[in-house]
C-alpha cells in the first residue's frame, strides 16, 4: 500500500487548524506588520475577533525615545502602505478586528486580564523583546488558552522562550516554526 504523501501546511494554515481545534473565538497578534496571519485568521474562521498589535513604523523608533503614543505620527516610512491596508481590513471587519498602533509593551494596557483565548507573538524577535512581550501579554490569556509565538528556531527567541516557560513545558510545531504552551 503506498503511503499517503504528508501535506505541508504554512504557518497560517496550521493557525487555523489550531484555533479551531481548540475553540478559541478572541486572540491578539503581536507584530503585524503586513497583516499576513491576522487577515488569513480572520478570513477562514467567521467567529474569530482578533486585536492587532505593531508599531508600523521604521525600527529605529524602538530605541530613538519615540513614545508610544507618538507613533501614530509617524512620517511615511517603509510600512506605511501596510498600515493603511491593514486599516481598512479592520473597518471592513469591525467589530472583530481591533488595531493599536503601539510598542507591544504598551498595547497590553487596553487588553483586561484572562480575556484572550490566545496571543501570537511575532513582534520584536531580541531575547529582551521576547521575555517582555511573554511577560506584559501571558496575563491577557484566560486559564486553558495558549500563549503562541514565532520563529522558535531563532536562537534568541528560544532562550526567551525557555526562561519565561520553563524548557520542555511548552510545544512547537517544527515546520512552521511556531512555539505553544497552554496556560
Same mark, same amino acid.
Given at each position: 500500500?503506498?503511503?499517503k ?12 487548524e489550531f ?18 496571519n ?21 525600527k ?24 493603511? *491596508? /491593514? ?11 481591533? !488595531?493599536?498602533?503601539?510598542?507591544? #509593551?504598551? &498595547? ?24 517582555e ?11 486553558g ?5 514565532? *520563529? /522558535? ?11 519565561? !516557560?520553563?524548557?520542555?513545558?511548552? #510545544?512547537? &510545531? ?10
Amino acid at each position: 500500500m503506498p503511503l499517503k504523501p504528508r501535506v505541508q501546511r504554512n504557518k497560517e494554515q496550521w493557525l487555523v487548524e489550531f484555533i479551531l481545534k481548540h475553540g478559541h473565538v478572541y486572540g491578539a497578534e503581536l507584530g503585524v506588520q503586513k497583516g499576513i496571519n491576522l487577515k488569513y485568521l480572520v478570513n477562514h474562521i467567521p467567529h474569530l475577533h482578533m486585536i492587532g498589535v505593531d508599531i508600523w513604523a521604521d525600527k529605529s523608533v524602538r530605541w530613538d525615545g519615540t513614545k508610544s503614543e507618538d507613533l501614530i505620527h509617524q512620517k511615511e516610512n517603509i510600512n506605511t502602505e501596510f498600515y493603511k *491596508d /491593514i486599516v481598512e481590513f479592520a473597518k471592513d471587519n469591525h467589530p472583530r478586528v481591533v !488595531l493599536y498602533r503601539h510598542f507591544t #509593551n504598551y &498595547a497590553h494596557k487596553f487588553v483586561e486580564n484572562n480575556s484572550l483565548d490566545f496571543v501570537f507573538i511575532d513582534a520584536g524577535h531580541e531575547y529582551e523583546d521576547v521575555l517582555e512581550d511573554i511577560d506584559c501579554w501571558y496575563p491577557k490569556v484566560k486559564p486553558g488558552g495558549h500563549v503562541m509565538g514565532h *520563529d /522558535i528556531n531563532q536562537p534568541q527567541v528560544r532562550r526567551a522562550v525557555n526562561e519565561k !516557560l520553563g524548557e520542555g513545558t511548552w #510545544n512547537w &510545531a517544527k515546520k512552521q516554526k511556531i512555539w505553544y504552551k497552554k496556560k
